[in-house]
């Protein structure tokens, strides 16, 4: 008996555990994606398009605009206020619209952000000032280091899975499952170790998740099964 309890104290605490995390969220945010890309008119006029699994809280009021972005990543298409700037807090960091476009997504480096249309401004508390972005460029920032220009991009295709499309480049197999998973309605798993594939480059419709992630194990070499509930194993 005393075995028994213990066993299921240790399965409660497991169950808050994994429960914790999503309910936090759930509380937290005003707006949040399930496995579909979720389109939302904001207060102001303006638009946000949240990716796959992505979550925001909105602070707005007669002096700010301000959104969080608590999960995932999302693109903004901000309507003119001479009067409040708009303002995306995500990771220690913020990114600010001048008149713009632009996505903010949280990766496992820490946070990126690409300007598809006018300018952006990006801080980190880290080096502190201002890194200002425009049309096709993209900066990033962690919580341990300032914000650092990337390599710059098309303007056409930031924000690409919005339109159901998912751009990857130079993307381990691994990561690349992950990234195609997001989008599917049951869970994705990885077995074995696929580190020494060569990584992927590909342009994969994610609107079609599954012939997606048919696709692409094509691509690496993978088999996918495909067990009840939606869950899919990929392996070599």
């Keep these: 008996p005393r075995r028994?309890?213990?066993?299921m104290a240790t399965a409660a605490a497991l169950?808050?555990?994994?429960?914790?995390?999503?309910a936090w969220l759930r509380?937290?945010?005003d707006?949040?994606?399930?496995?579909?890309?979720?389109?939302?008119?904001?207060?102001?006029g303006s638009?946000?398009?949240?990716?796959?699994?992505?979550?925001?809280?909105?602070?707005?009021?007669?002096?700010?605009?301000?959104v969080e972005l608590l999960r995932g990543r999302a693109w903004f298409d901000v309507a003119p206020d001479a009067q409040r700037r708009f303002s995306v807090a995500a990771g220690n960091g913020v990114v600010e619209d001048i008149s713009t476009a632009f996505t903010v997504?949280?990766?496992?480096?820490?946070?990126e952000t690409e300007v598809g249309q006018g300018r952006v401004r990006v801080a980190s508390p880290v080096d502190g000032g201002w890194t200002?972005?425009?049309?096709?460029?993209r900066a990033s920032y962690g919580e341990h280091r300032g914000v650092q220009r990337l390599a710059d991009v098309a303007a056409d295709g930031v924000g690409a899975w919005r339109q159901g499309e998912l751009l990857l480049e130079q993307a381990s197999v691994a990561d690349a499952v992950h990234a195609v998973g997001r989008y599917r309605a049951g869970p994705t798993?990885?077995?074995?170790?696929?580190?020494?594939?060569?990584?992927?480059?590909?342009?994969?419709?994610?609107?079609?998740?599954?012939?997606?992630?048919?696709?692409?194990?094509?691509?690496?070499?993978?088999?996918?099964?495909?067990?009840?509930?939606?869950?899919?194993?990929?392996?070599?």
């Design 47 to 66: 638009r946000a398009v949240l990716d796959a699994d992505s979550a925001i809280a909105v602070h707005f009021d007669d002096q700010r605009r301000r």
């Design 4 to 7: 028994l309890r213990w066993a």
């Design 31 to 44: 707006h949040r994606s399930d496995h579909r890309v979720q389109d939302v008119h904001l207060p102001d």
């Design 132 to 137: 200002y972005l425009q049309v096709g460029q």
């Design 189 to 236: 798993f990885v077995r074995g170790d696929l580190s020494t594939i060569p990584a992927v480059s590909a342009a994969l419709r994610v609107d079609h998740p599954e012939q997606a992630l048919d696709a692409l194990a094509a691509t690496a070499g993978l088999q996918v099964a495909r067990l009840p509930l939606g869950v899919a194993i990929v392996y070599r």
């Design 105 to 111: 997504a949280h990766v496992a480096a820490g946070v």
């Design 15 to 22: 169950a808050v555990l994994v429960a914790w995390p999503d």
């Design 27 to 29: 509380l937290q945010a």
